[in-house]
């Protein structure tokens, strides 16, 4: 019997998924179609694997919406006792071989910095599996679990209601629908749609989004590299903003320059700095060519 119960996000299957979804996507903005983070999404979460198995449990409770309490709280029991049925030292086997391949291969702290949309609900569900699989004892233990679940059944219902999360779950579950093929083939058609949409992109803007997209929680390696790009994309607009001869495009301009100097002096980055910096790319290129 466990006296608590504390998340670890270092052994939570559900989130172990998520980061490496969040590393393909960075892949594939390098242009690295067959990176090891896929080798390990394929290795490792295949539906014959306790690791494959118990990610299906966690999804479960992604896959419903907008339950009535009773049968959230039904679902909820349902998943738990199908997840006593793992086999916990082959589940804690996989796990441990998983980890040892990440750390082996991505800077431990950059792979986890990056945000997860679901995470409460990750951990709650965590927490809810482990206490079915270990067992709780005191009264604390009991308090948290409620909660847990709790957080669980306000999800299935739909109490709570996060949009990040349901655009994603909505293209998750298409692709996760399909067989093993189709899903291999869909990859590669975003992967061939996504090249083709950003083909026009220079490799500065490229990485930009490379950089918003894996460290979308406002780490500080995202702040780090805005902050640095959006002060010399500023300061090179500026200069060449001296050679213009419009009068209403230097004021354009010197809005442009205003713009980036906020992003520069920005403690959280959002979507609005992104499409600023992005602009201020295709601008300079302009001011280049001419």
């Known amino acids: 019997?466990?006296?608590?119960?504390?998340?670890?996000?270092?052994?939570?299957?559900?989130?172990?998924?998520?980061?490496?979804?969040?590393?393909?996507?960075?892949?594939?903005?390098?242009?690295?179609?067959?990176?090891?983070?896929?080798?390990?999404?394929?290795?490792?979460?295949?539906?014959?694997?306790?690791?494959?198995?118990?990610?299906?449990?966690?999804?479960?409770?992604?896959?419903?919406?907008?339950?009535?309490?009773?049968?959230?709280?039904?679902l909820l029991k349902l998943v738990t006792e199908q997840?006593?049925?793992?086999?916990?030292?082959?589940?804690?086997?996989?796990?441990?071989?998983?980890?040892?391949?990440?750390?082996?291969?991505?800077?431990l702290k950059e792979f986890f910095s990056a945000r997860i949309p679901s995470y409460k609900i990750y951990a709650s569900i965590y927490k809810n599996f482990d206490a079915a699989v270990n067992g709780i004892s005191d009264t604390t233990t009991i308090e948290e679990l409620a909660n847990s679940q709790f957080t669980i059944v306000e999800h299935l219902s739909g109490k709570v209601i996060n949009k990040e999360i349901q655009e994603h779950n909505e293209l998750a579950n298409i692709i996760r629908s399909q067989d093993e093929d189709i899903r291999y083939?869909?990859?590669?058609?975003?992967?061939e749609r996504f090249n083709e949409k950003y083909k026009t992109l220079d490799e500065a803007q490229k990485r930009l989004l490379q950089e918003y997209i894996y460290n979308i929680s406002n780490t500080s390696k995202l702040k780090t590299h805005t902050q640095t790009e959006s002060r010399r994309l500023a300061k090179e607009i500026a200069q060449h903003a001296k050679k213009v001869v419009d009068k209403v495009t230097r004021i354009k301009l010197a809005e442009v320059v205003s713009q980036l100097q906020k992003v520069e002096k920005a403690t959280v980055i959002k979507e609005n700095h992104m499409t600023a910096m992005l602009i201020g790319y295709e601008i300079l290129k302009e001011l280049k060519s001419l």
Request: cysteine-free; charged content about 30%; glycine content about 2%.
């Open 1 to 74: 019997m466990k006296s608590s119960i504390k998340h670890n996000k270092l052994r939570n299957t559900g989130i172990l998924f998520e980061l490496l979804v969040r590393q393909i996507t960075s892949d594939v903005m390098e242009n690295k179609q067959n990176g090891i983070a896929v080798k390990l999404m394929r290795e490792f979460f295949n539906s014959k694997k306790e690791l494959g198995k118990e990610l299906m449990l966690y999804r479960a409770f992604f896959n419903a919406q907008n339950l009535s309490e009773q049968k959230a709280f039904q």
């Open 83 to 107: 997840r006593k049925n793992l086999d916990q030292s082959a589940l804690n086997t996989q796990k441990y071989l998983l980890i040892k391949e990440i750390k082996k291969n991505f800077d």
């Open 185 to 191: 083939l869909s990859y590669k058609i975003l992967v």
